[in-house]
């Protein structure tokens, strides 16, 4: 009884395996995508972050206010929402038609900026006034001590919740194929309704956590680079 146990077993995971070799061209094609959406959003959200950051602390209200107000709103909605209007409300009202990936580029690069904003403004807020003191004692100008002695700072502070940041938005990207945009979960879901089988939900399943496996790793290693080079300064 074991024997015949074991024997189905065996046959039920080559049918397993043979079906998940079936469903990873078509699942791999739709991670490409994601990779895609995922690098483009990173590339270009996180420079667009600084300035907005930097605008919600100048003294001349109007930048002020239009960097904070930015930030307001798309913080304050919902990024799905933001993906349907980009998608179906420009075609409509100012006859601007995108290809879903890039409305997808678009859409998240200003979604995650505004979320990197606030990231670099409370990195910022966090360095000690001491700090500004000391550059103006020293003759430093503010970009200079912006660039030479605040950012850097900033940067070790703010590694951690960019790095959960990224890995929120490998999740988020499934929220892509609302609009049609072929990544890893529409990729899914199609197989999922043809085969009426759940199995490439598990795969997927798998993907996400490898790739979230991988970034937590680059994180950690970053964050013990930047300890080292602490504790060696400190020394």
Do not use: H
Not at 76 to 91: H, S, W
């Amino acid at each position: 009884m074991f024997s015949d146990f074991i024997a189905d077993f065996i046959t039920e995971f080559t049918d397993l395996m043979e079906y998940v070799g079936i469903l990873m061209p078509t699942l791999l094609s739709g991670a490409w995508v994601m990779v895609q959406l995922f690098c483009w959003t990173l590339i270009l959200s996180l420079p667009l972050g600084l300035p907005i950051a930097l605008g919600s602390n100048v003294r001349f209200w109007p930048v002020r206010a239009f960097c904070r107000f930015y930030v307001f709103v798309f913080r304050g909605t919902p990024l799905l929402l933001q993906l349907y209007f980009f998608y179906f409300l420009l075609p409509i009202q100012f006859d601007i038609r995108l290809p879903a990936l890039a409305t997808s580029i678009i859409t998240f690069v200003l979604n995650y900026a505004a979320y990197f904003a606030e990231i670099y403004r409370g990195g910022i807020n966090g360095i000690e006034r001491g700090q500004y003191e000391a550059a103006k004692a020293l003759g430093l100008s503010k970009t200079q001590t912006m660039i030479g002695i605040v950012l850097p700072q900033t940067m070790k502070i703010i590694l951690p919740p960019v790095s959960n940041e990224a890995i929120v938005l490998v999740k988020d990207t499934a929220l892509a194929s609302a609009i049609g945009l072929g990544e890893l979960m529409k990729a899914s879901k199609g197989a999922v309704n043809r085969d009426v089988d759940p199995t490439a939900y598990f795969v997927v399943a798998v993907i996400y956590l490898i790739f979230t496996f991988i970034l937590t790793l680059i994180s950690n290693k970053l964050e013990k680079r930047f300890k080292r080079y602490d504790e060696g300064a400190v020394s």
